[in-house]
C-alpha cells in the first residue's frame, strides 16, 4: 500500500482523568486512549479519509497490544510497528483543568521508550519514498537510534516542491524534559531542515528551532533552510503560514476549550488532509483550525479527531468558507434547498 501520509515517532498509551479541573492526586477515576503526537496525526488524517501509516515501536506487553488494536481501529496502518522486547510501553498521564492548564506527566520514556529504538537499517526506505506526506516531529530527534533512522528517511525522501504533491513535514514539537539543552536540539533540527518541505511550530518551538524573533523572523529564517511552507502558530491570534511568494494568517475558530492536548495533531491531520487536496493555503489553515477546535472541545485526542463534516459543519456555523467551493457552507445549503 501507498501512503498519503506516514508519520514516525512517538506512540504511548494516554491516561486521561474523567475527574475536570482538579490536579492529578485528586482524579478517582480515568480512561486510556492511544496516544503520542504522530500517531494522533496518523488517526486524524485518517478519519479524514486518508491513508495512513506510522513507524513506531511499542513494549512487548498488554500496553503494546491495545495500541495495535486501536490503530485497527483508527484504520492506521501498523505494518511498520514492532515490539522491543527490553523497554514497556510508554504511558501518559494528565490533569484536564481548561482553558489553559493540562500538565502532562510522561512514564516509562527515561531514560529511553520503545518508540526511540526505531533503527535505520529497519526503515522501509522505498514506503517512505513513495508516501504523498512524510511527517516526523522534533522528539524523534532527542536521542540515539531514533535520532539517525529520522535523518536517514528524511535523506530518502525525494526533494520535492509545492507543485509536486509530495511533502515531507517537521513538526518542531520540542519538549524539553527530553533533551539535555536547546542548542543540542537546534544543531539536530538545522541537519533535518533541508529535506523538509513544511516546517510547523509554535513561538517556542519556533524560536528553538531557528532563534528568538517575530513570528514573520522566524517564518523567514525556516524559509532561508530550505522549508517551503513555514507555518507559525499565533496562539490566540490564530496561525500564519508563509511561502516565498504567499501570507497567509487565519484566526482562530471559537469553541468553549476542554482539552488543548489534541488541537495541534488534529490541526496537523487536517492540514494533510488539505495538502493533499490541493486547496489554497489560506483554505488549508481555515480547515485545520477548525479541526483543532473541535478537538480542544472534546475529551480525548486520537477518539475526538474529527470527520470532514464535524468539520464543514463548524465552518458553516461560525460562517467561513468550506474549503474546495469558495462558498460558505450556508451558501450551500440555501443551493440545496432551492
Same mark, same amino acid.
Given at each position: 500500500? @501507498?501512503?498519503?501520509?506516514?508519520?514516525?515517532?512517538?506512540?504511548?498509551?494516554?491516561?486521561?482523568?474523567?475527574?475536570?479541573?482538579?490536579?492529578?492526586?485528586?482524579?478517582?477515576?480515568?480512561?486510556?486512549?492511544?496516544?503520542?503526537?504522530?500517531?494522533?496525526?496518523?488517526?486524524?488524517?485518517?478519519?479524514?479519509?486518508?491513508?495512513?501509516?506510522?513507524?513506531?515501536? @511499542?513494549?512487548?506487553?498488554?500496553?503494546?497490544?491495545?495500541?495495535?488494536?486501536?490503530?485497527?481501529?483508527?484504520?492506521?496502518?501498523?505494518?511498520?510497528?514492532?515490539?522491543?522486547?527490553?523497554?514497556?510501553?510508554?504511558?501518559?498521564?494528565?490533569?484536564?483543568?481548561?482553558?489553559?492548564?493540562?500538565?502532562?506527566?510522561?512514564?516509562?520514556?527515561?531514560?529511553?521508550?520503545?518508540?526511540?529504538?526505531?533503527?535505520?537499517?529497519?526503515?522501509?526506505?522505498?514506503?517512505?519514498?513513495?508516501?504523498?506526506?512524510?511527517?516526523?516531529?522534533?522528539?524523534?530527534?532527542?536521542?540515539?537510534?531514533?535520532?539517525?533512522?529520522?535523518?536517514?528517511?528524511?535523506?530518502?525522501?525525494?526533494?520535492?516542491?509545492?507543485?509536486?504533491?509530495?511533502?515531507?513535514?517537521?513538526?518542531?514539537?520540542?519538549?524539553?524534559?527530553?533533551?539535555?539543552?536547546?542548542?543540542?536540539?537546534?544543531?539536530?533540527?538545522?541537519?533535518?531542515?533541508?529535506?523538509?518541505?513544511?516546517?510547523?511550530?509554535?513561538?517556542?518551538?519556533?524560536?528553538?528551532?531557528?532563534?528568538?524573533?517575530?513570528?514573520?523572523?522566524?517564518?523567514?529564517?525556516?524559509?532561508?533552510?530550505?522549508?517551503?511552507?513555514?507555518?507559525?502558530?499565533?496562539?490566540?491570534?490564530?496561525?500564519?503560514?508563509?511561502?516565498?511568494?504567499?501570507?497567509?494568517?487565519?484566526?482562530?475558530?471559537?469553541?468553549?476549550?476542554?482539552?488543548?492536548?489534541?488541537?495541534?495533531?488534529?490541526?496537523?491531520? #487536517?492540514?494533510?488532509?488539505?495538502?493533499?487536496?490541493?486547496?489554497?493555503?489560506?483554505?488549508?489553515?481555515?480547515?485545520?483550525?477548525?479541526?483543532?477546535?473541535?478537538? #480542544?472541545?472534546?475529551?480525548?485526542?486520537?477518539?475526538?479527531?474529527?470527520?470532514?463534516?464535524?468539520? @464543514?459543519?463548524?465552518?458553516?456555523?461560525?460562517?467561513?468558507?468550506?474549503?474546495?467551493?469558495?462558498?460558505?457552507?450556508?451558501?450551500?445549503?440555501?443551493?440545496?434547498?432551492?
Amino acid at each position: 500500500m @501507498t501512503h498519503e501520509l506516514l508519520t514516525i515517532g512517538r506512540i504511548s498509551v494516554d491516561i486521561y482523568p474523567n475527574d475536570i479541573g482538579v490536579d492529578l492526586e485528586d482524579v478517582t477515576s480515568f480512561g486510556k486512549y492511544l496516544g503520542g503526537s504522530p500517531s494522533n496525526v496518523a488517526v486524524a488524517a485518517a478519519r479524514h479519509g486518508r491513508r495512513a501509516g506510522i513507524i513506531t515501536r @511499542t513494549g512487548d506487553d498488554a500496553f503494546g497490544n491495545y495500541l495495535h488494536r486501536e490503530l485497527h481501529k483508527f484504520k492506521v496502518d501498523d505494518s511498520f510497528v514492532s515490539p522491543v522486547k527490553e523497554y514497556p510501553t510508554a504511558v501518559t498521564f494528565c490533569a484536564i483543568k481548561p482553558p489553559e492548564d493540562f500538565p502532562l506527566y510522561f512514564y516509562g520514556r527515561f531514560p529511553t521508550a520503545p518508540d526511540l529504538q526505531i533503527k535505520a537499517d529497519e526503515l522501509d526506505l522505498q514506503a517512505i519514498r513513495d508516501a504523498g506526506i512524510f511527517w516526523s516531529t522534533v522528539t524523534g530527534l532527542c536521542q540515539e537510534p531514533s535520532r539517525g533512522a529520522h535523518l536517514a528517511a528524511h535523506q530518502a525522501r525525494p526533494r520535492a516542491g509545492l507543485k509536486d504533491g509530495q511533502f515531507t513535514i517537521l513538526d518542531l514539537d520540542y519538549r524539553p524534559m527530553f533533551w539535555a539543552s536547546e542548542e543540542e536540539a537546534r544543531a539536530e533540527v538545522s541537519k533535518i531542515l533541508p529535506h523538509v518541505t513544511v516546517a510547523i511550530g509554535n513561538d517556542k518551538e519556533c524560536a528553538v528551532a531557528v532563534g528568538e524573533g517575530t513570528p514573520d523572523e522566524q517564518a523567514d529564517r525556516l524559509l532561508a533552510a530550505g522549508v517551503e511552507i513555514a507555518v507559525v502558530k499565533l496562539g490566540p491570534e490564530g496561525v500564519m503560514a508563509k511561502t516565498r511568494t504567499e501570507r497567509v494568517v487565519s484566526v482562530p475558530v471559537p469553541v468553549e476549550t476542554l482539552n488543548g492536548l489534541g488541537a495541534g495533531d488534529s490541526f496537523g491531520g #487536517a492540514f494533510c488532509h488539505g495538502l493533499l487536496s490541493g486547496w489554497p493555503l489560506s483554505e488549508v489553515l481555515d480547515y485545520a483550525n477548525a479541526s483543532g477546535a473541535i478537538v #480542544a472541545s472534546r475529551l480525548s485526542c486520537a477518539d475526538a479527531m474529527p470527520t470532514p463534516d464535524e468539520v @464543514t459543519s463548524l465552518l458553516a456555523d461560525r460562517g467561513r468558507p468550506v474549503p474546495g467551493t469558495g462558498l460558505s457552507a450556508s451558501s450551500l445549503a440555501e443551493g440545496a434547498v432551492r
